[in-house]
């Protein structure tokens, strides 16, 4: 794609009223996004557009599309997604208001592995937090990727929880990818994009404002199979979350607490509105096994510790297995070699990663034997 296309992309993509829907009606009568940028008045009244889209079009925001596209350019671990590319996840593209786009820096394959989200009051208990990194880092070293919000408490916990088990973690923002909030996670995140993924769907230098937090809650939830929400109260933005992922057919698991605590209440609230009560980790393993049969190997694995090797790969698994150096290779550069789609690669990467044969580094996957 050439700069003059992706600029016009990327425009119509921050047009405000223009929803993912809308926009792949227009492009379904056969216009693309320059000819909807310079069709006029006219043509913008034919296909009814909202004043606010119409108002945007005709004074486009040029500096910041540049900006957004430097971002990219001039980052080797940052990426735009539109929700039109192959590579954008399929879960989140089937919840109602997907996002138009997404501005990923990190391990941009990790948005093709199961995910389950933990999130949680901003306040926790101790005992909370310490049922966050339990969860968090037993579910992590089966090979879930844990997403949450990056915010103070539940949230901080578990990505922290899963980088302990050394395995991935997805923070989603409400501010841009160059705007870390709070300003304390500002190494956390650091952390994350070592082996995981800082996702916005806003551009990179956008401050966080109040609006933009419960709308980066239904990105945790439609990137996810099933949210687990550990202490919060009636009023808690950890269950504006839960109420996306049960919209959007998810499941939703919660933690019970003491009858006494004000932080138990919106998980009780959950609980009796169909969530799953959780007391151990097989709670939430029995009702995504359907899901994520994958894991399943893990599981084996730690219980009968049997050679790693013993399996033997197929075409499509040995050809991968050989398009990956003994240095990082990143998945990038697997796909060009390989031609297989992004499903395949990443799931023959998932099943290579647990057979012991590639491991994750900062920079790609690295060929272990």
């Not at 929700?83 to 997404?102: C, G, M, R, S, T």
């Not at 933690?255 to 169909?274: A, T, V």
Request: hydrophobic share 40%.
């Amino acid at each position: 794609m050439n700069n003059t296309a992706l600029k016009a992309r990327l425009a119509v993509a921050l047009a405000p009223g223009l929803s993912v829907r809308a926009w792949q009606g227009i492009a379904q009568k056969g216009l693309n996004a320059e000819q909807l940028i310079t069709g006029g008045a006219r043509l913008w009244q034919s296909l009814a557009l909202k004043p606010s889209t119409t108002d945007y079009l005709t004074s486009l925001p040029w500096p910041l599309i540049d900006e957004c596209i430097a971002w990219q350019d001039n980052n080797s671990d940052c990426q735009i997604c539109f929700a039109e590319d192959v590579f954008y996840p399929e879960l989140l593209k089937a919840i109602q208001a997907p996002p138009k786009l997404l501005f990923l820096q990190g391990r941009s394959e990790l948005l093709h592995r199961p995910q389950l989200a933990i999130v949680g009051s901003r306040n926790p208990t101790t005992t909370g937090n310490e049922w966050a990194r339990h969860f968090a880092r037993e579910l992590a070293a089966l090979g879930w990727v844990i997403t949450s919000g990056l915010a103070q408490g539940i949230d901080g916990v578990a990505h922290s929880g899963a980088l302990e088990a050394k395995g991935q973690t997805i923070a989603v923002l409400g501010a841009g990818l160059k705007r870390i909030y709070p300003k304390r996670h500002q190494r956390l995140s650091e952390d994350i994009l070592q082996t995981g993924l800082l996702i916005s769907e806003y551009p990179p230098s956008t401050p966080p404002l109040p609006q933009y937090f419960p709308a980066r809650n239904r990105i945790i939830s439609g990137l996810a199979v099933g949210v687990l929400v550990i202490e919060a109260t009636l009023q808690s933005g950890s269950l504006i979350t839960a109420r996306f992922a049960l919209q959007e057919g998810r499941q939703v698991y919660a933690l019970p607490g003491s009858l006494h605590n004000p932080l138990s209440k919106g998980c009780h609230f959950l609980i009796k509105e169909g969530a799953k009560l959780v007391e151990t980790i097989d709670d939430i393993l029995e009702e995504t096994a359907g899901f994520a049969s994958w894991y399943s190997a893990k599981i084996d694995q730690k219980k009968t510790a049997k050679d790693k090797k013993d399996t033997i790969l197929d075409k499509k698994a040995l050809e991968l297995l050989n398009s990956v150096d003994f240095s990082p290779t990143s998945f990038n550069a697997i796909l060009m070699r390989t031609g297989l789609t992004v499903t395949e690669v990443s799931v023959i990467l998932m099943a290579l990663e647990l057979k012991g044969l590639v491991r994750i580094q900062s920079g790609g996957y690295e060929r272990t034997a």
